[in-house]
Structures are given as C-alpha cells and as structure tokens.
T-cell receptor, first 115, second 109 residues
C-alpha cells in the first residue's frame, strides 16, 4: 500500500522560480489537502479539495495554486517562489468530507528551500 | 475566531505517565484529533474525540470536554520511542483541520 506519495522529497529553488509539488493517493479518498509546517507554528492549511474538480482555500493560500482533475492527484503549484515559502509541505487525504471521524493520512513531506 | 493552544515542550521519565493538555476556541467544532510526529517524519493518527469523555487505546488515552474547550492526551508507561511531538487539531464544518503548534515530549531514561 503506497498511501499518500509526495514528490520530490527535497527541493531548492531560487526566488522567482515556479514549481509543482506532486501528491498522489491510491486509497480512493475524496478529501485531499495541503499543509505547510514551519518551526513553532504547527501545520497550516493551504488549500483543500472535497472531490475531483472542487478546490477551496485554506488559511494561507496566497502564492499557491491547486487543481484536482482526478481523485488520485492533487498538485500544489508555487507561482513565483519567495523565501517566505521555505517550509515543509505535507499532503494529506481522508476518505470523505462527510466522514468526520476518519483521520487524515499524511505523505512524507516535501522539504522546500527558497534562496 | 479560531485558536488552539498546547504547551511547547514537556519532559518525562521512562515508565512514567504524562498528560499533554490542549485548549481550543472555535465556533464550528466537529471533533478533536491527536497526532504523533517524530522528528523529520509525517504526522500519524493517535486518537479522535467528538463526545465528552475518555477514549482509551492501549497506553494512550484522550479526553474531551466540549463545554470547556479542553482536551488532553495521556501517555502511560512511557517508552523512549514516545519522544516526539504531539499535535492536537480540531475539525471544522469545512472538514479542515486546525492544528496547534505541537508539544515536543522528551522521554528521559
């Protein structure tokens, strides 16, 4: 069982570059989300999706775009990287937005540094 | 608004019991989760409470009081491998988790 797979695991970018963080899950989960984790600040929600074709903003969406063309994939795009986006990014999924007791499953994270 | 607080760090001794507290404020509460996160790894699910009371799962128990906006995670018979960060998070009507900053627990021999 692969679960939630994130690529790449590490990335260094220069300010102004763009890139896409990939996230794929093989559990047929409806709900997927992206978080960033910074020291001392916990996990903050960037964007989420309750199903294919449906996305919404979280707590810190500025500078990021998402799309959900399939149930399995939920890529996160950095439009123009800034040093403030240096962070660890986690993708998570869960069975359904309606099943509130079901936990979210996290990928291993992408460690992103912006120079 | 929404807010969630937990202590930054705790230290405990192997074999002992430790209680990690979490207080929260939200207008759309739909349950509270506890996750464990070892350094450099992804968070993993520990427990979920939606009704008041204690949920026990092996060495770990979690308690919730919705009227007080309060939860705690109780770890018994501490082991060295329990050294990790413990994150509390509440569920909102949007099915979006709001996380606390995490409590870093260090278990000493």
């Amino acid at each position: 069982n692969a679960g939630v797979t994130q690529t790449p695991k590490f990335q260094v970018l220069k300010t102004g570059q763009s890139m896409t963080l990939q996230c794929a899950q093989d559990m047929n989960h409806e709900y997927m989300s992206w978080y960033r984790q910074d020291p001392g600040m916990g996990l903050r929600l960037i964007h989420y999706s309750v199903g294919a074709g449906i996305t919404d903003q979280g707590e810190v969406p500025n500078g990021y775009n998402v799309s959900r063309s399939t149930t399995e994939d939920f890529p996160l795009r950095l439009l123009s990287a800034a040093p403030s986006q240096t962070s660890v990014y986690f993708c998570a999924s869960s069975y359904s937005a309606r099943e509130r007791s079901k936990p979210q499953h996290f990928g291993d994270g992408t460690r992103l540094s912006i120079l | 608004g929404q807010n969630i607080d937990q202590p930054t760090e705790m230290t405990a001794t192997e074999g002992a019991i430790v209680q990690i507290n979490c207080t929260y404020q939200t207008s759309g509460f739909n349950g509270l989760f506890w996750y464990q996160q070892h350094a450099g790894e992804a968070p993993t699910f520990l427990s979920y409470n939606v009704l008041d009371g204690l949920e026990e799962k092996g060495r770990f128990s979690s308690f919730l009081s919705r009227s007080k906006g309060y939860s705690y995670l109780l770890l018994k018979e501490l082991q060295m491998k329990d050294s990790a960060s413990y994150l509390c998070a509440f569920n909102t009507v949007r099915r979006a988790l709001t996380f606390g900053s995490g409590t870093r627990l260090q278990v000493q021999p």
